[in-house]
């Protein structure tokens, strides 16, 4: 199957309608249309094997991560999967640093998000046909930039060391899954009595930790978690997210006047990019008991890598979608491991919990062995569409047992959705001319 | 002329085919086709009132930026100059900051291309109606995520403290020009035979400062240095440029081998998103007295801030189109003030020099007033395609005289160059073909 060539990529801009009921406003997006540019890899098999993948997006914008991933294909139709698995390191830097195409990057913004949805793809093709041991996977790394902070051998010494224990955490993930947190409950559009209502109903359902939206009003957060902390009680966990709302010094007073809900983390208190500012703010914030957590839209290793060197985050949020794909999430949760950093994946959107399941599961059963402080984020959204949906079982993780990377959609569902033409998009259209 | 609506943005890919003759090379964009998004801006006015900007690109990839322009133009058309002026800092955030475009940057690669290629138009416009005073200057900064570094009032401070002396300086200036220095006699592809030649042209012409480019071989580096400080002997300046070719470690490993030559600055040592690597290199370079530069690739104020912070360069290189154009330069060259650290422009490539010359004169003449370890970049491309091309007397810029922000470009070079319909993109083509 190895030998079977790529003949052909398709792209398609698929968007869900998610802003006209709130779901997922936060602080800076407020009307997010959830959203993927979704590829679908063919190949010349008789088999019919495909590769599915996508990116994650907000709505407008996603035609432009489109034509960037047409760009992008060029270098990656007529290939064999052998080519480019048997040096993964440069198709990951061919991608990366075309030496026009990184201008407009590089590795970072729309063609970095092409990048993720494209081998997101050849990561799916990859895994519906073998499976992968630690020298292999060292071998999909570009270690460029973060030799300085992770070396091939040490990020190798990693996972032989992890390999102890190794097959009874799998049979333990099996059987109870990955611990996961829900955000569903509490996005920053929603009223008290949705709050309410959402909660009491998770709490029912076995959730026991939650993420609430900050960072638009004190006043109002305050009341917020206020209420939530009353709903959960005292022993569940609580984390807010301010969605990059604030300057440095207002993300301490602010978040210092949040203390007493006792939040295990303030996420994305700042601009993603500012390594110095996440510092600043973790070590402001360490005797209140809060950790600093970031990483959903910080965009490549090298951000990572500083984070990690600044002691500025105290937990890594990885995205399937925002890096360069596994290739680049493995730097990055082996750097977690070396600077022993919790990860705690960012999840929801579309795709993203079906994406990074695997990431986290693989952190834990070959990289840090550990289930301390770390958790799964879980929104219950749009799940629906895809083929091989998540299973939550008690606020954990079941592990996927279909072959691939668990991003192929419904072939319905991307049909209505597409946009502009999709019946969901041109029924709205016909509405808003009524 | 205020009250004048914009009605409509085009936007245009245009390419020239510079690889063919290995202008631009170096250690990472080894075949660049220097281009641009070109963008006009059209209003109601009887006189035929325009703005035009654009954005610098190297090839592919171009069509990504015009396909981001056009999703961004929905926020431009329809308003006035007025309305856009009377809060320039809230539309640079409309811009920047839309809810669901900015999920595909934030403020970074494409979209932060496509928003200078925009607002560069729009300066262009307002430039050719109106002056501007220090306070409405301010009004254009968005000062979000650097008030740790520079406040408001210090911002105003500075503008107003470099009152004193204005007019000397600015008749200075049209007297002798702003000092600058060229790379056009070393790019990484030419021979040794051409280096010589166009080295002892130069000099003949009255340059005294000169930038190599450097990084793909270690013995190629120290033969071309030899050769060129050889040629332009102890008192010249000479400058290095990597293009981001070395891991942190090498690049100190590899610069302290090109110490004998006495470079001032070593220019892009490393990923242009490393902070901290860069300031490990600064600080190991410092007893050598070489300098670190950067900041063509710095993809916004929130990096420039950190790399002010961290002491992590000595030159600041501010780019016309990299960031969110004289909205954002503003902010970091006040901020580069605030830190004492010089500003040395990053140009060449297709209009940078027509456009940057404006911003380098500003810092002169209104925030730095000095000449202390300045000088702008200058490579002689391609200037013939503008209206009002950069006029270079005895190695120095002088201050253009035409209203506007100096990018308007020959409407016929545009058509010729328009990728992939123009005349000469079709022969490049057919004889592809033959």
Redesign the interface.
């Known amino acids: 199957m190895l030998e079977r060539k790529i003949t052909h990529l398709t792209v398609r801009d698929v968007r869900f309608p998610t802003s006209l009921e709130q779901h997922g406003s936060d602080a800076?997006?407020?009307?997010?249309?959830y959203s993927v540019a979704y590829v679908v890899l063919e190949t010349d098999s008789d088999a019919a094997l495909k590769g599915y993948g996508l990116t994650f997006?907000?709505?407008?914008?996603?035609?432009?991560?489109v034509?960037?991933v047409k760009?992008l294909s060029t270098l990656v139709v007529g290939k064999t999967l052998k080519e480019i698995i048997s040096d993964f390191r440069g198709f990951y830097r061919l991608l990366s640093?075309?030496?026009?195409?990184?201008?407009?990057?590089?590795?970072?913004?729309?063609?970095?998000?092409a990048t993720a949805a494209i081998l997101n793809a050849v990561w799916d093709l990859w895994a519906r046909v073998e499976g992968k041991d630690p020298a292999k996977l060292i071998s999909c790394i570009d270690f460029?930039?973060?030799?300085?902070a992770l070396t091939e051998q040490e990020a190798l010494d990693i996972l032989v060391k992890a390999k102890k224990g190794q097959k009874s955490r799998e049979e333990q993930m099996l059987k109870e899954g990955y611990p996961a947190y829900t955000t569903s409950c509490a996005w920053l559009g929603y009223t008290d009595q949705q709050l309410t209502k959402l909660c009491s109903e998770a709490l029912a359902q076995g959730w026991n930790k939650f993420k609430v939206k900050v960072g638009a009003d004190l006043q109002d957060d305050i009341r917020r978690c206020s209420l939530i902390r009353k709903l959960i009680g005292p022993n569940n966990t609580l984390m807010i997210d301010a969605n990059?709302r604030w300057?440095?010094?207002?993300a301490i007073t602010w978040v210092t006047k949040l203390a007493e809900f006792h939040p295990l983390w303030i996420e994305e208190p700042?601009?993603?990019?500012?390594?110095?500012?996440h510092a600043?703010i973790s070590k402001a914030l360490a005797p209140l008991g809060i950790g600093v957590a970031t990483g959903e839209?910080c965009?490549?290793r090298?951000?990572f890598?500083?984070f990690l060197?600044?002691s500025a985050l105290q937990f890594v949020q990885i995205d399937s979608c925002r890096v360069g794909s596994v290739n680049e999430n493995l730097a990055i949760i082996l750097m977690a491991a070396k600077f022993n950093v919790p990860v705690c994946p960012h999840a929801g959107g579309v795709g993203l919990c079906e994406l990074v399941q695997h990431l986290i599961l693989f952190d834990y059963v070959s990289v840090s062995a550990s289930l301390n402080n770390r958790m799964c984020e879980y929104v219950d959204h749009l799940h629906e569409h895809f083929k091989s949906p998540t299973i939550i079982r008690n606020a954990h993780y079941i592990p996927p047992k279909d072959p691939g990377y668990s991003c192929e959609m419904l072939e319905e569902s991307v049909q209505k959705h597409q946009y502009p033409q999709g019946e969901v998009w041109r029924a709205i259209e016909q509405q808003g001319k009524q």
Not at 28 to 33: G, I
Not at 57 to 65: A, L, S
Request: charged content about 25%; aromatic content about 4%.
């Open positions: 800076m997006h407020t009307d997010p249309d997006t907000v709505g407008r914008g996603t035609e432009i991560v034509c960037a760009a640093s075309d030496g026009q195409m990184r201008w407009v990057g590089p590795e970072k913004g729309v063609i970095q998000l460029r930039y973060i030799t300085d990059q300057d440095v010094n207002e700042t601009c993603p990019d500012d390594v110095l500012g600043s839209q965009h490549n090298v951000m890598k500083q060197q600044a």
